[in-house]
Each structure stands twice: as C-alpha cells, then as structure tokens.
C-alpha cells in the first residue's frame, strides 16, 4: 500500500513539519530513510511542546511513504552513502517548508542551514519513487536512488514544480477518486498508518525483494538455458561425425571419374555417390569452388573437430547444467528467507555477482565469486585477470559481459584483464592505468617494461575461426601505453581478493 495525496496532505498537516529541526540523519537500507527531528507537535490528542520526532521515508515500490514512527528504525551495519551525505549537509538545518506540490505526491522540504538554502524532493511513485536534494537553483547535489537515463545524479537539474499545472486544478471526478482510507485503529491518521506498516510492512518488502529475485535469478536462467540448448546442438552434430569421414572417403572415390558426358565432378553443387554397402545413394554438398580433393579434406576436417571438440562440448554441458542447478538452489532457498533485511544483504551479494548468494553459507561480504584467475577490487571497480589460455576463455565464456572492459598486450601473449562495468559510470583512468599494468606484467612483454595494449568493451571482441581456445580478434580497438609501475602493482597486491 503506498500513500495516496490526500493522505500525503493529511500526514504533512497533522506533522506541521515547518520549524523543526534536524538533528540526525539515519539510513537502514537502500529504500529506506529516517530523519530525526526536534520541533512542536499539531497531533490534537498530545500537548504543544517541543519533543523529538521520526520521520521514516520509504521508497520502496509497494510502499512508498512518509509518516512519524513510534518504533526503533534498524539500522545499517555500515555508513550508506546517501545518509552520509545528507549528514554533511542538513545536520542543523531548520524547515522552513513542507509541501506536496499539486497533487502529484511530490513532497518539498525547504531546508535553511545559515545562509544556504536546500530543497529536500520525496517523490512517492510506486514505480519511480526517489529523494533527491537540491540546491535553490535546482542543481542536484545527490540522490538516493542515481537515475542517470532521467538526469536524477549529481550535477543534473531537478526542479519539478514546473510541470505541475495540470495537477492544481482537478477535475471534480479526479477529486473523488481518491479518499482516505479507514485504516484501523485510534488515534491520528498518522498513527494508524505507522501501526499499518508495522504490522504490514515487512511482508510488502519481503514481496517485492522476492520478485527481484526471481527477476534476477530468471534472467540469468534463461540466459544459461539458451546456451544449453545451442551447446546440445552442436554436440548431437558432433556425435555423427563419422558422416564427415564418409563424406570426404565419397568424394575422394568418385571425384576422379567421369561422367558418360565425360565432364568432371569438379564445379557442380551436388555429388551424389553409391554408399560403400550399394544399398542407397548419397547426396553430398560441394563447394563449387574447390576441387574435389579440397572438399573431402574440408569433411576430414569437420570429422577432425567433431571428434576432438565433443569431449569439451560435453563438459561444458556438464558445467552448464551444474551451475544451472545451482541458480535453481539460489532461488528457491532466497525466495525461503523470511527477514527483509537478510534477504536485501543477499540479494547485494547476487547483483554484484560475488558469490552464490545463499542463506547459511558462511562467505564474507564481497568475498570474491570463485572463478578464474585473479580477481581485484580496485575501489569501486573489480578487475580481473586471466594468466593462461584457460583462464581467458574461461572469463569470456562465464564471468564477463559485453560492456566490461577487455584490455590484452599487444605483439605478446599473456593475460586477458577485464574491468568489470558499473551502471552509469565511465572506467575511471586510474583504474584503466592499474589494469594495463596488470596486462603487461602478466604478459611475456613484462621485461621490456613498457608496451602497447589493445582495450574495447568485450561485445566488440569475436573469437578467430578454427583458432585455439580463448583467442579472440578485437574490433573498434583503442591504444593505451603502458610503462611498468612497481608501486602501482604492489598495491594492487594488497586488494586482491
């Protein structure tokens, strides 16, 4: 149940918000802000003194809200970036404002600290909620939720007053068609709105945290089953190899005779040639292009790949229906948790893709995924590296995506360093300098000291024809130069993971 406006407008007349001050700032999950104030009450049961209050802002889809509370807020095991933000910014600052502009459940707190000036926007959409604070001049100074596609991030213009107009003047009938709901028990509406989420609101977070789950278990599990299904394909193709060989013995049979008109087969799309049992005839494809002994040796060598690359096809399908089965597990033991607050630690785990994610285990938080190589957690970023042609493929193939960075030495073999992507961020060059670093000393380049590296994002990488595993030719490439840096490399050593 999210708010209504005329329970928005209920709410901000029964708080009387403008006056108070606040004290602190507090942040228990992603979705979830509470501002401790000081100020009067305009609750007619309590007396008119000044005490302290707790507002609590949810922007969580099916409950986005803002209402005092009664009760303890949880809180977060460690410092969120948006409370501590506005920490630095409204810690003592007095409202001067409190508002729901129009009826479009837009709350504005205009917040004066000395002689600077804040607006404070809750947006209380279900699909689109945000808080987001602004200077007077409606340049953003942060978000809780960065929405860069809408411009709601630091240095963007949010000013929403002026597309309002068509809200301050309902219609009659839009009037009517929201009402206070008759929530149960005593007291202020906004008291029985607190006692109706407390009683209500763990289950509406634990539902929508479960439907993230299925979404992201549900993308990676078709993404995995399509794979599958490509990779038996190939391998029931591979399993009929020895028709290639039959192919290529036919051919080199009948390519040497002629026909009564005393052409050659060489040239024609089709050869159809007696089986070596007579009981039937066989309709090969050609290339026209080739002589007869070049399309049997391109048939020996389909048989030559079939039969080297079943047993790999084969164990890949092994691995792709183990860690399918595992995605099963992840979800069904997810969708079990029964604490929010646990299953929003677990789901963070799984949207970075650092482990498997599953109630009881006993990794650490940001613990890195087991994979490959080596993996490096350069700030914000993770980077990571493969040291052998195993390792590359094994990267490409599971643990990176089309937008990660992929970076390689140039005129050298050596590892393959991607930087894992960040929705909404640029790879920063400190990081793109600490990963070529990596590239050349992992590299048979590394005595040299300095050299070239190729880097593109890993969907412009495509993989060489009949090349050995994990060789790839990039496309749309870009050139870095790199000169070996001890000190950079010694403390990368220190975040490995």
Same mark, same amino acid.
């Given at each position: 149940m999210s708010l209504n406006w005329k329970e928005i407008d209920c709410i901000l007349a029964e708080l009387a918000l403008p006056g108070m001050r606040v004290q602190g700032v507090y942040q228990g999950a992603y979705d979830i802000l509470a501002l401790q104030l000081y100020g009067k009450t305009a609750y007619p049961q309590m007396p008119v003194k000044d005490r302290p209050h707790l507002i609590i802002i949810s922007i969580s889809p099916l409950a986005c809200r803002l209402h005092e509370t009664f009760r303890a807020v949880p809180k977060s095991r460690k410092p969120l970036r948006f409370a501590e933000f506005l920490k630095s910014r409204i810690i003592n600052s007095r409202i001067e404002e409190a508002l729901q502009l129009g009826k479009d459940r837009i709350i504005r707190l205009t917040l004066r600290r000395g002689e600077v000036r804040y607006f404070l926007y809750i947006r209380l959409w279900s699909n689109a909620a945000n808080v987001i604070l602004t200077g007077e001049d409606g340049t953003i100074l942060d978000a809780m939720r960065r929405l860069p596609?809408?411009?709601?991030?630091?240095?963007?213009?949010?000013?929403?007053? *002026?597309?309002? +107009?068509? $809200?301050?003047?309902?219609?009659?009938?839009? %009037?009517?068609?929201?009402?206070?709901? @008759?929530?149960? #028990?005593?007291?202020?509406?906004?008291?029985?709105?607190?006692?109706?989420?407390?009683?209500?609101?763990?289950?509406?977070?634990?539902?929508?945290?479960?439907?993230?789950?299925?979404?992201?278990?549900?993308?990676?599990?078709?993404?995995?089953?399509?794979?599958?299904?490509?990779?038996?394909?190939?391998?029931?193709?591979? *399993?009929?190899? +020895?028709? $290639?060989?039959?192919?290529?013995?036919?051919? %080199?049979?009948?390519?040497?005779?002629? @026909?009564?008109? #005393?052409k050659s087969p060489q040239g024609s799309r089709w050869l159809e040639a007696e089986s070596f049992t007579g009981d039937r005839i066989i309709r090969i494809e050609m290339d026209p292009r080739k002589s007869p002994a070049e399309n049997a040796g391109a048939y020996y060598e389909r048989y030559r790949r079939a039969k080297s690359g079943l047993g790999e096809i084969q164990r890949e399908i092994a691995l792709g229906e183990k860690e399918l089965e595992q995605i099963r597990l992840t979800e069904a033991q997810l969708l079990e948790e029964q604490n929010p607050l646990r299953l929003e630690g677990l789901l963070a785990r799984l949207r970075r893709r650092q482990g498997p994610a599953l109630p009881g285990t006993e990794q650490k938080e940001g613990a890195a995924q087991k994979r490959p190589g080596l993996s490096f957690a350069d700030g914000e970023w993770l980077i990571m590296v493969g040291r052998d042609a195993k390792e590359n493929d094994e990267l490409l193939r599971r643990h990176v995506k089309g937008n990660d960075l992929?970076?390689?030495?140039?005129?050298?073999?050596?590892?393959?360093?991607?930087?894992?992507?960040?929705?909404?961020?640029?790879?920063?060059?400190?990081?793109?300098?600490?990963a070529g670093n990596l590239a050349l000393f992992y590299s048979k380049g590394r005595n040299n000291g300095r050299g070239d590296l190729y880097y593109t994002p890993v969907k412009y990488l495509r993989r060489a024809k009949n090349g050995p595993r994990g060789l790839v030719i990039p496309t749309q490439e870009k050139n870095l130069r790199i000169t070996l840096d001890q000190e950079r490399l010694k403390k990368l050593e220190k975040t490995l993971l």
């Amino acid at each position: 149940m999210s708010l209504n406006w005329k329970e928005i407008d209920c709410i901000l007349a029964e708080l009387a918000l403008p006056g108070m001050r606040v004290q602190g700032v507090y942040q228990g999950a992603y979705d979830i802000l509470a501002l401790q104030l000081y100020g009067k009450t305009a609750y007619p049961q309590m007396p008119v003194k000044d005490r302290p209050h707790l507002i609590i802002i949810s922007i969580s889809p099916l409950a986005c809200r803002l209402h005092e509370t009664f009760r303890a807020v949880p809180k977060s095991r460690k410092p969120l970036r948006f409370a501590e933000f506005l920490k630095s910014r409204i810690i003592n600052s007095r409202i001067e404002e409190a508002l729901q502009l129009g009826k479009d459940r837009i709350i504005r707190l205009t917040l004066r600290r000395g002689e600077v000036r804040y607006f404070l926007y809750i947006r209380l959409w279900s699909n689109a909620a945000n808080v987001i604070l602004t200077g007077e001049d409606g340049t953003i100074l942060d978000a809780m939720r960065r929405l860069p596609k809408r411009g709601e991030c630091s240095g963007g213009f949010y000013r929403p007053e *002026a597309g309002l +107009e068509s $809200f301050r003047n309902p219609s009659q009938g839009e %009037l009517k068609r929201y009402e206070l709901r @008759d929530l149960p #028990g005593e007291g202020s509406f906004n008291s029985r709105v607190d006692n109706w989420y407390a009683e209500h609101g763990g289950r509406l977070s634990l539902e929508q945290l479960r439907e993230e789950v299925r979404r992201l278990t549900g993308r990676n599990r078709e993404r995995l089953e399509g794979a599958l299904q490509r990779l038996r394909e190939k391998a029931a193709e591979y *399993a009929n190899a +020895e028709k $290639f060989k039959t192919y290529g013995d036919l051919i %080199l049979a009948q390519g040497l005779k002629k @026909d009564p008109e #005393g052409k050659s087969p060489q040239g024609s799309r089709w050869l159809e040639a007696e089986s070596f049992t007579g009981d039937r005839i066989i309709r090969i494809e050609m290339d026209p292009r080739k002589s007869p002994a070049e399309n049997a040796g391109a048939y020996y060598e389909r048989y030559r790949r079939a039969k080297s690359g079943l047993g790999e096809i084969q164990r890949e399908i092994a691995l792709g229906e183990k860690e399918l089965e595992q995605i099963r597990l992840t979800e069904a033991q997810l969708l079990e948790e029964q604490n929010p607050l646990r299953l929003e630690g677990l789901l963070a785990r799984l949207r970075r893709r650092q482990g498997p994610a599953l109630p009881g285990t006993e990794q650490k938080e940001g613990a890195a995924q087991k994979r490959p190589g080596l993996s490096f957690a350069d700030g914000e970023w993770l980077i990571m590296v493969g040291r052998d042609a195993k390792e590359n493929d094994e990267l490409l193939r599971r643990h990176v995506k089309g937008n990660d960075l992929w970076l390689h030495v140039r005129d050298w073999s050596g590892a393959y360093v991607f930087i894992q992507r960040r929705p909404g961020k640029t790879v920063p060059l400190e990081v793109l300098l600490d990963a070529g670093n990596l590239a050349l000393f992992y590299s048979k380049g590394r005595n040299n000291g300095r050299g070239d590296l190729y880097y593109t994002p890993v969907k412009y990488l495509r993989r060489a024809k009949n090349g050995p595993r994990g060789l790839v030719i990039p496309t749309q490439e870009k050139n870095l130069r790199i000169t070996l840096d001890q000190e950079r490399l010694k403390k990368l050593e220190k975040t490995l993971l």
